[in-house]
């Protein structure tokens, strides 16, 4: 089975810049989520996807960041403007069901972004 | 209020040794899951346990074993054996069941440093 697939890997941007980041869940997934990784710090949440619908995305900062899940697969989160404060790993994680207590979030790679 | 609680930031083992690293969380919802992830340096996420919180016994996955002590809402993982590969950053995480959003929340992770 194919994990889930995330680009670019790395990406320097300078701040104000615009920048976005795609994400291919397991096929068959239904649920994909986005976190932010801050250096020496654990993931949080940034959106839940049901299919193509949000589930949460409390924890977005919707001034700047946006995300879509179009058919209710592919994923991509934008950003824009970047501010030196969202220099962080985007990680993109994807689950058959939400609701199962032991659903078990599989992880993409990550896409690392650095804003100067 | 920070749900997930790891008071470790790093930890320090021999090879062969068996290490605990500590987790403690704070929920009101008597339906949740634990789970620990590692993430190497290569930065992706990889599932290693999981414990319901219904579960009468802890919960083991070859050399990981999770020490479930409900009363005292901890939920501390033992490697046992240690190997150089185990080196990595370990997160304990939560996912209360009867939320709307069943993402994971994250602690901000204890450094396992493995040595021969």
């Known amino acids: 089975e194919a994990g889930v697939a995330q680009s670019p890997r790395y990406k320097i941007i300078e701040k104000r810049q615009s920048v976005a980041f795609w994400c291919n869940p397991i096929?068959?997934?239904?649920?994909l989520y986005w976190y932010q990784q801050i250096l020496g710090q654990g993931p949080k949440l940034l959106i839940q996807f049901q299919n193509n619908g949000v589930v949460d995305d409390s924890q977005l900062p919707k001034d700047r960041f946006s995300a879509e899940r179009l058919k209710g697969v592919d994923s991509t989160l934008k950003i824009q403007p970047a501010k030196l404060e969202d220099s962080a790993v985007y990680l993109c994680?994807?689950?058959?069901?939400?609701?199962?207590?032991?659903?078990?979030?599989?992880f993409g790679a990550g896409s690392r972004l650095t804003v100067l | 209020a920070q749900k997930i609680t790891q008071t470790q930031p790093g930890m320090f083992v021999q090879e062969k040794e068996a290490v605990t690293l500590d987790c403690t969380y704070d929920?009101?919802?008597?339906?949740?899951?634990l789970f620990w992830y590692k993430q190497p340096s290569s930065g992706e996420m990889i599932f290693l346990i999981y414990q319901g919180s219904y579960d009468q016994q802890n919960a083991t996955e070859g050399r990981y074993s999770l020490n479930f002590q409900k009363a005292r809402k901890s939920a501390n993982l033992v490697i046992s054996a240690s190997q150089l590969g185990d080196s990595a950053m370990y997160f304990c995480a939560m996912r209360e069941v009867n939320q709307a959003g069943t993402a994971l929340i994250f602690g901000k992770g204890t450094t396992l440093s493995v040595s021969s």
């Open positions: 096929s068959g997934h239904a649920t």
């Open positions: 929920t009101s919802d008597p339906s949740y899951g």
């Open positions: 994680a994807s689950s058959l069901l939400p609701s199962s207590g032991a659903n078990v979030l599989t």
